[in-house]
């Protein structure tokens, strides 16, 4: 039987990471595969392979290479935009999203 290191696990829980992230990215959701990957992830802190703080870092690490911001930024920008919607504010929403990405 082959046991996986550490470093061989903590790249497969990155790889999974980023592949789930950029099928958000595309608007294309896989719950399974998420389910999965956090059964992985917590399979791994169980067996002493990866902390909880690692798997946090590791997760914000793959969310800002997909996404190239914070998945605090990111939260916090859904966030806004959904207010601004919720008020009906054109201003807020007519500035092209590129732009308003940068607020």
């Not at 690490?61 to 935009?81: G, Y």
């Amino acid at each position: 039987m082959k046991f996986m290191d550490k470093q061989t696990f903590i790249n497969s829980c990155y790889s999974q990471l980023a592949g789930i992230l950029k099928n958000a990215k595309n608007h294309q959701k896989n719950d399974k595969q998420k389910h999965r990957t956090e059964g992985f992830i917590q399979a791994g802190k169980v067996l002493g392979l990866i902390s909880n703080k690692e798997a946090i870092d590791l997760m914000e690490k793959a969310h800002f290479q997909v996404f190239d911001e914070s998945i605090e930024s990111r939260k916090s920008r859904k966030a806004t935009l959904k207010e601004a919607v919720a008020r009906g504010d054109d201003e807020y929403i007519d500035i092209p999203a590129y732009a308003r990405n940068k607020i």
